[in-house]
């Protein structure tokens, strides 16, 4: 997605040789009408399977989600929980995810009552990876019986494993920016 | 707003005396086409101020700030972070809020680069019950010199005290749903 590109190389910066801050577009500030273009990008790419519903994982994929809903009929959005709410209902679907930016496992959850068996689910997130969320997601929505039918990445570190990791389990990735290297503070695209 | 009434008596559950769930369609589950309704009667309530920016507070609040921004000229949403983030910038706006359900203290966090002086603040969030979360985002956006023009919010415990607290600092608030009392499982609206 060229707009995408451009948008990267004006508004993020690199830190150290792995981190790219995308805060003052999708992660922190959002910048709405881009937003608007990513969800119609989205649309094209999975345009040739029916999607029931979103999911997403608090609290970046959020908005992204949300926002490209709107261009799916509006199906609903699920996003998995993180951190433990007295809210959240006691039947859930659970996955453990490793965080390798913070060293340390999660759960991540989701409600029983708005997985249902059959669905195509599409997963959508800002960042992939080594795709441990993302895999976390495909967990629970196979627990749920529901259909994996896909995975839109905003932006895709293909210098790591993630996109293998999510072929291999024989789901398709559609990512918008694929980024080859970011060594030295430069960001070489796919 | 009525649309909203009739959603929470279908959808909504009431739990013990104080939780009002509505997780089916606003804070886990999320219905995106009736939150395209909240985001226009947001605009029609504060269709008198210039509003430069929205902001809110991870996780519950994005989708609502996301979808209510495209009726307010598409304007950006920030959200304040309340857990650490390895990509957080070291230069913040804090502001400590105390949460009566996880009985707890917890900071909440805006970059410094995303609220400008002189800029119109309107703060959106999914609930106001003691405020401790819209009186710290209060309390950011007067540390960044800003003006924050409202407080929006879907749905509003009237019994508790929240609504006298943002009142007291010289904030309109407009909330879409006010509720008198949820005891004994019923749902009263004021």
């Not at 490209?68 to 993180?82: E, G, L, R, S, T």
């Not at 969320?133 to 790591?160: F, M, R, T, W």
């Amino acid at each position: 997605m060229e707009a995408l590109k451009q948008k990267i190389l004006r508004d993020a910066t690199v830190v150290g040789d792995d981190v790219l801050k995308v805060d003052n577009f999708l992660n922190h500030q959002i910048d709405i009408k881009f937003l608007n273009e990513i969800g119609k990008e989205f649309r094209d790419r999975f345009d040739d399977v029916r999607v029931d519903k979103i999911l997403t994982i608090e609290a970046s994929g959020i908005a992204i989600a949300s926002i490209a809903a709107q261009y799916f009929d509006n199906v609903p959005v699920v996003f998995a929980k993180k951190t433990e709410s007295k809210n959240l209902d006691k039947e859930v679907y659970e996955a453990s995810v490793y965080s390798f930016t913070k060293d340390k496992e999660y759960k991540i959850k989701v409600s029983k009552r708005y997985l249902n068996e059959g669905e195509n689910i599409l997963i959508l997130d800002d960042f992939l990876a080594r795709a441990r969320a993302s895999l976390g997601l495909i967990d629970i929505i196979k627990q749920a019986k529901a259909n994996p039918i896909g995975v839109g990445i905003v932006i895709e570190k293909s210098y790591q494993d993630g996109r293998r990791e999510i072929e291999e389990e024989g789901i398709r990735l559609e990512s918008l920016a694929m980024i080859d290297s970011l060594k030295e503070g430069k960001i070489q695209f796919r």
